[in-house]
């Protein structure tokens, strides 16, 4: 019998203000934990939502976000 356990890790959201263009895909393809700001930047609203798939990290074309496990 093969046992497999599987750790909780703890994720960090980073989003880099200065590069992101307010293109908004990011939001789109997470609106649980990324949401578009009044001034139009990406902003981490329910970074405890976040299920660490990178997709937001992935399809930044200004790569502007990046999670960091920690």
Known sequence: MLEVS????SKRIVINKS????CGICASLCPKVLVMS???KA???NPS???GCRLCESHCPDFAIS???V
């Open 49 to 51: 939502l976040c299920t």
């Open 19 to 22: 590069w992101c263009k307010s």
């Open 38 to 40: 009044a001034g139009g």
């Open 43 to 45: 902003v981490a609203a």
């Open 6 to 9: 599987s750790a909780v890790y």
């Open 67 to 69: 999670i960091k496990v």
